[in-house]
């Protein structure tokens, strides 16, 4: 039997079987990565949600107090729902979507320092044992949320370093994989807080 009849053919199997190995890993890696990222995104809409639930527990709890300033409230409530309207998909997050998102959130997160702020006013209130709770959960909550949209960050930097990088990058656009954005800062965060005594 004549091998040398047949090297040419086992040197294209071998480069077909070696491409297709390599373009799978390339793929198969992307879609590991990217489902990572989009459970980073579900752990942080958890955190944002159970926020949003505590909210609904303590904007009840601040009603009972009679006089308490409504539009406060009212503003709260507002904020909430408008956060709770904003939907990002996890397939594909763009700086567009988390910019939109994170100004919600950011609305929930001023109309809520308001909302605490307003509460010294009330001692009945700042008495109020549901109310503490509910105030330490709460703060307990923003730190979770702050982990969940670190991990996020963390979950996207690998995933888009796979898709960017040569060779990869030629083939990430064919598979349909894009860059996903990151978590950034609120709008004026770089700027210091004035305190005022």
């Known amino acids: ?73 009212t503003a709260v409530i507002e904020a909430r729902a408008k956060a709770t309207s904003i939907t990002v998909d996890p397939t594909n997050i763009t700086p567009e979507q988390l910019a939109a998102f994170n100004k919600a959130q950011s609305g929930v997160s001023s109309s809520l320092s308001r909302l605490l702020v307003s509460v010294e006013r009330y001692p009945e209130l700042k008495a109020n044992q549901n109310f503490l709770k509910l105030q330490d959960e709460l703060a307990s909550t923003e730190n979770q949320i702050l982990t969940a949209r670190t991990r996020f960050n963390e979950a996207v930097m690998p995933y888009n370093t796979h898709i960017k990088t040569f060779p990869n990058s030629l083939f990430a656009g064919v598979f349909g994989f894009k860059e996903k954005a990151y978590f950034n800062a609120v709008e004026g965060a770089e700027k210091p807080v004035e305190v005022k005594f």
């Open 1 to 73: 039997m004549d091998f040398k009849k047949f090297l040419p053919w086992i040197i294209v199997a071998v480069i077909i079987i070696g491409g297709y190995s390599w373009v799978k890993g390339i793929n198969n890696t992307a879609i590991t990565l990217g489902q990572t990222v989009e459970q980073s995104w579900g752990n942080v809409q958890t955190s944002y949600q159970r926020r949003n639930d505590l909210i609904g527990n303590l904007v009840n709890t601040v009603k009972g107090a009679a006089d308490f300033e409504r539009t406060t409230l």
